[in-house]
């Protein structure tokens, strides 16, 4: 028998017939294992970018509970476990991250997270499958500056209403959490580049740029004001029922102003403070108002109790053309033309066909003012800060402000991956 099988085998060592088909399977073997190994790579890519954008979500959302002084380590896992398609273990969650351009950066979170699962063909060459390890780091960046601020923390903060042709050269942000927290209705035009709000954006075709960056649902704006030294004094009234007479030319002068201010005709206004204690700066159809020329004015209104805060109200075909002071004017209310002692809740009007030129900060914390009517409202510096802020009419707000207005500036801010 053994002589049988050596004289097959010495038959089949000179037989040359069959080699391709030994040759196409070994070829086959190897065929099978590349493309075993080409599919488990594209696996391993497809959790990498899963994960990676895990990790990024993740991060967002634990910047965004940071940023809303809210646990961002709860936040982060509930959204990593929201969004992971595959088994995953978080390596870390933490602020500040220890590597990268925000190492030591409070206010950035970083999130790392991996995966390891064996795959059928790579587990029969490597006794453990490899581990991939994705890594992100968010945190709250600026984006603008915004020229107009509503701090309302309920209802709309930021109206357009009817026909109201608006152009800021500036952004506009919203504090309210609510649905609409900014309303651009009718066939009102808000032209801004950048519109955030903390809550919805409620607006259709037409009503914005094409290009503008809409942002809901983001971060609020802080106060810019809320701590500086504001105080001030109206225990003595140097006035009472001010009044200026169509037919009269007037200077006024800084001082307390009880029941108000009525101009009906030519004031001009020295530099100074003029505290309105109760009643209504109150500027009627026909009145110009300006500056002497000796420096610019703030404006304060208050009142003998929360009730009687003052008012403004600039009614129609009025002119109004007033800055705020310098800081070598005032080093103190350097920049604010109009401010409303944050103890009221004080409506106030620019209405009607008003001329308006004004530069300054106008900062109502607790007060609600609307541009309202045919008002052409032509401001080349002003910021506007203010509890709601309705807009109506034609209004044309730039922001080429000095250095005495541009610190106090909100910024505005939106949370991003950054590494």
């Not at 070994?26 to 990498?48: E, F, H, M, N």
């Not at 809550?199 to 290009?211: E, F, V």
Request: glycine share 12%; charged share 15%; net charge negative.
């Amino acid at each position: 028998m053994i002589a049988g099988i050596a004289r097959m085998l010495k038959r089949l060592r000179g037989d040359e017939r069959g080699n391709l088909l030994l040759m196409a399977g070994a070829a086959l073997t190897g065929l099978i294992g590349a493309a075993g190994i080409g599919v488990d790579t594209v696996q391993w890519y497809l959790w990498k970018r899963q994960m990676q954008q895990t990790v990024d979500t993740g991060a967002t959302a634990g910047a965004i509970a940071l940023s809303f002084g809210r646990d961002y380590d709860s936040s982060a896992r509930s959204e990593i476990a929201r969004t992971a398609n595959t088994a995953y273990t978080v390596e870390a969650i933490r602020i500040p991250p220890t590597s990268g351009a925000y190492a030591g950066d409070t206010g950035a979170v970083e999130v790392i997270a991996t995966t390891s699962r064996k795959l059928p063909f790579s587990s029969v060459f490597l006794a453990t499958a490899p581990t991939i390890r994705t890594r992100a780091v968010a945190t709250a960046v600026a984006v603008g500056d915004p020229c107009v601020l509503a701090l309302a923390t309920s209802g709309t903060g930021v109206e357009v209403f009817g026909s109201a042709d608006v152009s800021l050269d500036c952004p506009v942000a919203s504090n309210s959490p609510v649905d609409v927290s900014v309303d651009v209705g009718g066939s009102a035009f808000l032209d801004s580049g950048l519109i955030l709000s903390v809550g919805g954006i409620d607006y259709s075709t037409g009503n914005l740029p094409a290009d503008a960056a809409i942002i809901p649902y983001g971060l609020p704006v802080s106060d810019p004001l809320a701590g500086r030294d504001l105080s001030y004094s109206s225990a003595s009234c140097n006035y009472t029922n001010y009044s200026v007479s169509p037919s009269q030319n007037v200077q006024a002068y800084g001082g307390v102003y009880c029941n108000g201010m009525k101009l009906q005709g030519t004031v001009r206004m020295h530099g100074g403070v003029y505290i309105i204690k109760s009643g209504t700066f109150q500027v009627n159809s026909g009145a110009n108002i300006s500056l002497f020329g000796d420096g610019g004015v703030t404006i304060i209104l208050t009142g003998k109790n929360s009730n009687t805060v003052a008012t403004v109200s600039i009614n129609g075909d009025a002119k109004l053309d007033l800055r705020a002071p310098t800081s070598a004017e005032n080093s103190k209310w350097a920049g604010i033309l109009f401010y409303q002692d944050p103890m009221g809740s004080a409506t106030h009007t620019f209405n009607g066909g008003a001329d308006i030129d004004i530069e300054g900060i106008i900062y109502m914390p607790k007060g609600d003012v609307t541009y309202n009517g045919d008002a052409t409202q032509n401001a080349q510096c002003l910021l506007l800060i203010s509890e709601r802020v309705r807009f109506g009419g034609t209004n044309n707000i730039e922001n080429n402000c000095n250095v005495d207005i541009d610190p106090w500036a909100g910024k505005a801010k939106v949370v991003r991956v950054v590494e």
